[in-house]
């Protein structure tokens, strides 16, 4: 079932988006499109924007990579989003690593639900367009280590009938990761 919708949303995603055209002029490549004008940007770094669904937090599972330069500790948990960013995690006092070498496997549980969720608050801020860090499935917190390029990362949610739909209601541009930065217009 995960599989179905994640083709679905695939499926939506490029049937309902298109690419504005470019031309490979140097002239046209300089300037900004007309649209982006008035646009007011706002970036977000899912893991640490807003965990909107507790069923898909991150466990030491989905953290986990061959090229870990440590095991993360039995008793991890996630991060307090209130809490003091200094402070050391009660699982961080038994890695032996400085703070930030424990920063690496701090994770507060941001998801794409919790992205949905404060729609209405970016609205208010004016935001007419997002830029999403990267989604792909990857062990670390800020993912430019994809394991597959071609899924959404786990933590993220996996039931994503809709997100897109959702987030073009409210921001009628997005600029996914990995496009080569060009935003993709929906309507």
């Not at 007309?34 to 970036?43: E, F, P």
């Not at 307090?80 to 009660?90: A, L, P, Q, R």
């Not at 920063?103 to 007419?128: A, F, H, N, P, W």
């Not at 009628?172 to 929906?186: E, V």
């Amino acid at each position: 079932m995960k599989y179905i919708n994640l083709f679905l949303f695939v499926l939506f995603f490029f049937s309902a988006c298109q690419h504005p055209s470019t031309t490979n002029q140097p002239n046209e490549l300089a300037a900004p499109p007309s649209w982006a004008k008035d646009v007011i940007w706002y970036q977000i770094f899912v893991e640490r924007f807003y965990n909107g669904d507790k069923s898909n937090d991150p466990t030491p599972k989905t953290m986990y990579a061959a090229s870990n330069f440590k095991d993360t500790p039995e008793d991890w948990k996630l991060t307090e989003w209130t809490g003091d960013w200094y402070k050391e995690d009660d699982w961080a006092k038994e890695t032996g690593l400085d703070f930030y070498g424990n920063l690496q496997m701090r994770r507060y549980g941001g998801d794409l639900q919790g992205v949905l969720d404060k729609l209405d608050y970016l609205q208010e801020l004016g935001i007419t367009a997002i830029y999403f860090n990267p989604l792909n499935d990857a062990p670390s917190l800020h993912k430019y280590d994809a394991r597959n390029y071609h899924h959404i990362d786990v933590t993220f949610g996996p039931d994503l009938k809709g997100i897109w739909r959702s987030l073009h209601l409210k921001t009628p541009t997005i600029l996914p990761p990995g496009n080569g930065l060009r935003p993709i217009r929906c309507f």
